[in-house]
């Protein structure tokens, strides 16, 4: 597929391969890797949850990942028109993932703005003695008719603020913005949650946590379900399946060596989940013991970890409020991250197709999404919403395109061939057999298997 340097000058560009590998992790690193990674390692087999997990890495989440870049490298496309360039009648399968990108970025807003709230309520602990009375009543009610307007605000106008943020970064572009926060942010995340790790490890108690995470049940390794948890956390946590990594990877220099980067993209994923492993519980280490209670009793995954456990925990801890401000700030930034790439996948799409100023489709994608984002999460029923829309999109959404696009893209069009030899012509990996077997058979198995648990779990 040829295109010009002017083309490239319109669509934008990554600056090296290095702010693309940042953006990339900046992507893939997100609230999944800090609120889920841990308790699904927990649930899943413990120390032995690494193996399934290993396995899934290398046999399903960097094939699949390398996928994605070689179709956005080689068509030098947004999903849909890369998509397109491939086959004309796949040009849907890019569409799917943008209407799911674009219904993520609507909650991923709202999470990222508690968050932020959350950050300032760390310093004096607003919470008070009961974090879930206050997460419920005083936080989210604040739509409620006959709330006072300082609670509206308390919730309003850090969400009102993410999204101004964003909209500034997304109309700056690939280089100026998203490359730029990601250069600048990931390095911070890195030291503030490093910071965070080392506090909670130095906890009373931490070992007490850390046991419980890493004492390996090896017979769950005969369980199906854990090996299920495994591959759906992996393709989760790398963002692949979601039109991201295509879209990311057409922003990138011709001749740069993407299957070195998506080594290093995948390794730094997997390395940042495990030490969120490790800080989230040692810290529930700690809580147990303080409350004297079994770590089971205080392990949990998502807004009940972030918004209820660790609230709690912070205001028990010695030195609370810089745990507090260094978790919170970290959610902010981990998430924001992740926010871009799913709305730059929206945009990516919209201007490909109509031709549209980076500012216009800015505006186009961003304005309905924070109004429908401010819209739904000024009332209550904003956080049932969401838990909903998640599971769905999570569980089948993506699962779903994941599997028949590698069916499309390995038999239908029969195009591995092609895109192993576009990468390996700059790569330091050599794609052969193996990848092509790894994607059009054991991925899309493992896949379709993990897409069945989820529909049995759910109809249980
Ligand atoms: N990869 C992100 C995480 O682990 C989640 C995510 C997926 C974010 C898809 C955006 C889009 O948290």
């Not at 919170?328 to 490909?352: C, K, M, P």
């Not at 100023?357 to 049932?384: D, E, K, M, N, Q």
């Not at 696009?405 to 990468?423: C, I, Q, T």
Request: charged share 10%; proline share 3%.
């Amino acid at each position: 597929m040829t295109t010009t340097g002017d083309e490239t000058q319109r669509r934008g560009a990554f600056t090296s391969r290095k702010v693309f590998i940042l953006a990339a992790i900046g992507s893939a690193v997100g609230l999944g890797n800090i609120w889920r990674f841990p308790y699904v390692a927990y649930e899943n087999g413990g120390g032995a949850f690494l193996i399934p997990y290993l396995i899934a890495l290398l046999t399903a989440g960097l094939p699949f990942l390398l996928l994605d870049y070689a179709i956005g490298h080689r068509h030098r496309g947004s999903a849909p028109l890369s998509f397109a360039r491939l086959h004309r009648r796949t040009e849907m399968l890019g569409w799917w993932q943008v209407g799911i990108c674009f219904l993520i970025a609507i909650y991923y807003a709202a999470v990222i703005a508690w968050a932020l709230r959350y950050t300032i309520f760390s310093v004096d602990q607003s919470w008070g003695e009961d974090p879930e009375g206050f997460l419920f009543g005083d936080f989210l009610q604040a739509g409620d008719p006959g709330v006072s307007t300082e609670v509206v605000l308390g919730v309003l106008v850090p969400l009102l603020l993410v999204w101004v943020a964003v909209l500034v970064i997304m109309s700056l572009g690939v280089e100026k913005g998203v490359g730029r926060l990601s250069l600048y942010l990931i390095p911070v995340l890195v030291i503030a949650f490093g910071a965070l790790v080392l506090r909670a490890v130095t906890l009373d108690g931490a070992a007490l946590g850390l046991d419980a995470l890493f004492s390996p049940h090896w017979a769950s390794l005969t369980e199906p379900s854990v090996w299920a948890a495994a591959f759906g956390q992996i393709f989760f946590s790398l963002s692949i399946g979601f039109g991201i990594m295509i879209t990311y990877a057409s922003y990138v220099d011709r001749r740069s060596d993407m299957t070195g980067s998506g080594l290093v993209v995948g390794f730094a994923n997997s390395g940042f989940e495990l030490l969120a492993g490790i800080g989230v519980f040692a810290a529930l280490g700690f809580m147990a013991q303080a409350q004297g209670v079994a770590v089971d009793e205080v392990a949990t995954q998502g807004l009940g970890l972030a918004f209820v456990v660790f609230p709690a925990l912070i205001s028990e801890a010695p030195a609370g409020a810089l745990i507090g401000v260094l978790f919170f700030g970290s959610l902010v930034i981990a998430g924001l991250t992740s926010l871009v790439s799913v709305i730059e996948v929206v945009i990516s799409a919209v201007r490909d197709k109509f031709e549209l100023s980076r500012l216009t489709a800015s505006l186009a994608v961003g304005g309905p999404a924070a109004i429908i984002s401010l819209v739904l999460f000024s009332t209550t029923s904003g956080v049932y919403v969401l838990d909903i829309v998640d599971h769905f999109i999570n569980q089948y959404g993506i699962l779903l395109v994941a599997v028949v696009s590698m069916l499309v893209v390995a038999w239908a069009l029969r195009a591995l061939p092609g895109l192993a030899a576009h990468l390996n012509r700059f790569g330091s990996l050599r794609l052969d057999r193996t990848w092509f077997a790894l994607i059009g058979l054991l991925a899309p198995l493992a896949l379709a298997y993990v897409l069945v648990d989820a529909f049995v779990t759910d109809l249980q």
